[in-house]
């Protein structure tokens, strides 16, 4: 008897298991690395800012990423943003052209030494 209620306890905890675990619960989504919960309207040099990152979850933000790598959460819907955005953006299409025109680096070869 005691046999069939531990078999009967097993399989009743690993369907347990199986419902919350691996069918994925809130507690098994994986959270991005940086977040935005509060953001600042303060507006920031554009010449500190390196890159962006969009956000959509938990709050709609960017997030601008200083040359030094700080991480500053800003609401979306601000002009200075829109701006800095498109400044970002055509700064790195011109890098992206300048790479695509080719700029051709040519090795010369070290003389020949007897």
């Not at 399989?11 to 619960?25: K, T």
């Not at 977040?35 to 303060?42: I, K, N, R």
């Not at 709609?60 to 040359?67: E, L």
């Amino acid at each position: 008897m005691k046999i069939y209620l531990a078999a009967f306890l097993a399989i009743a905890s690993l369907e347990l298991f199986n419902v919350y675990i691996v069918r994925g619960s809130v507690g098994s989504q994986i959270m991005p690395l940086s977040s935005c919960v509060d953001l600042d309207p303060a507006q920031i040099n554009i010449r500190r800012i390196s890159h962006y990152e969009t956000q959509h979850r938990p709050v709609k933000a960017v997030i601008f990423i200083t040359r030094r790598g700080v991480k500053i959460c800003v609401p979306h819907d601000l002009p200075w943003v829109q701006d800095a955005i498109q400044t970002l953006d055509q700064k790195n299409r011109r890098r992206a052209n300048g790479r695509q025109n080719g700029t051709k680096i040519t090795l010369r070869p070290k003389p020949a030494t007897s």
